[in-house]
């Protein structure tokens, strides 16, 4: 119920927004992306990807594709497809966006790192336990670069990529 509640006054505010600032505005946009993952988070997934993918053609409009905000709609898109298991699609966005972000922020920035994660985990859920590996390989790669050896998360991802190895 507290869920339903959340997405109702998210609802109001995206509302007030669009009424006091206009529907392109910064912080309309913001609110809208909040009220889509207040969706996702409720469990109404239809709603929070179609709210996404207008949300990034919005963006896009208004600040360009290559904005970072544009780019962090991209990636939330990617992980809502994700959530939902459609793992097809969270592929297409990634993708696309991994290359975009690459460009734009560099390697070793948090949100390529993420996509990066997020990919190889919707290849392995579709059933490329080989992409998956790969894609982790390139994480490995990218997380050398800006942590210790020794870090939990390199650990991790060790880890993971020699059971993805085993799994294929």
């Known amino acids: 119920m507290a869920r339903m509640d959340s997405v109702r006054e998210l609802e109001e505010l995206v509302a007030a927004r669009r009424a006091a600032l206009g529907a392109d505005h910064p912080d309309t946009l913001s609110a809208r992306g909040a009220l889509a993952e207040g969706r996702a988070h409720a469990g109404d997934f239809r709603r929070a990807v179609t709210e996404f993918r207008t949300l990034v053609e919005d963006r896009t409009e208004a ?25 097809t699609e969270a592929i297409g966005v990634c993708e696309p966006l991994l290359r975009d972000q690459l460009r734009v922020l560099g390697p070793e920035h948090p ?3 993420e996509t990066r994660q997020l990919l190889a985990s919707v290849r392995y859920a579709a059933g490329d336990a080989a992409g998956a590996a790969g894609e982790l390989e390139r994480l490995l790669a990218a997380l050398s670069r800006v942590l210790m050896p020794s870090h939990h998360r390199i650990t991790r991802v060790k880890r993971d990529i020699e059971f993805l190895k085993r799994a294929v």
């Open 111 to 113: 949100d390529v790192l």
């Open 63 to 87: 600040a360009g594709a290559e904005h970072p905000d544009t780019l962090g709609v991209r990636l939330d898109l990617a992980k809502v497809l994700g959530a939902a298991a459609r793992h």
